[in-house]
């Protein structure tokens, strides 16, 4: 079922998938998806933490792969990371462009903002670690950027010119520069 809505979604998007056309590429019954989902939004947000899930797993192998390699440096670490979530929204790239095109279930954006805020606060924590002067600014502003990135990356229709801006927006990422301790910004 799940693989059939993922075709029709990707095909149609959201709003024009129909449950039967999903069904019906199942080869199943309209009883047998409400058997095991809620509904058309219950099958898009079921795909979307697959992603996710999938999306985790290779930031957690890039996060290991990182660590073998004797990198310490939270900031190699993160572009690493996040190397490997942009790498995995190219290899996915229809199902990623599906997740940011704003054709969601109602209350999709939710799920969505709250992912974001987890994944930066996770990043704040885990440069709050480090010896170096990272903070909690540096790691939204990455964390923002690379999901902008994200979204970018996705809805190219040119997989070339998607893989060489991924690449340019880990350039970029790797010369942020870091606050300096103890001197603080002031806004005019």
């Not at 979530?85 to 095109?101: I, T």
Request: proline share 4%; net charge negative; hydrophobic share 50%.
């Amino acid at each position: 079922m799940l693989a059939a809505a993922r075709e029709v979604f990707i095909s149609v998007g959201y709003a024009q998938a129909g449950v039967t056309e999903i069904v019906a590429r199942a080869g199943a019954s309209v009883g047998s998806l409400y058997h095991h989902f809620a509904g058309k939004a219950d099958l898009y947000v079921t795909l979307f933490e697959e992603f996710h899930q999938g999306q985790a797993w290779r930031a957690r192998q890039a996060a290991r792969g990182a660590r073998e390699d004797h990198v310490s440096e939270p900031r190699q670490m993160f572009l690493a990371v996040a190397r490997a979530y942009l790498d995995g929204c190219l290899e996915e790239r229809e199902l990623s462009r599906l997740f940011v095109s704003g054709d969601a279930p109602p209350g999709f954006d939710l799920i969505m903002r709250q992912r974001l805020r987890e994944w930066a606060s996770r990043n704040a924590d885990f440069f709050a670690r480090s010896a170096g002067p990272m903070d909690e600014a540096v790691a939204v502003v990455m964390t923002g950027a690379l999901m902008l990135a994200v979204a970018e990356v996705s809805l190219d229709e040119d997989a070339a010119h998607a893989r060489r801006l991924a690449g340019s927006v880990l350039d970029v990422l790797s010369g942020v520069s870091l606050p300096v301790p103890g001197v603080t910004s002031r806004l005019p």
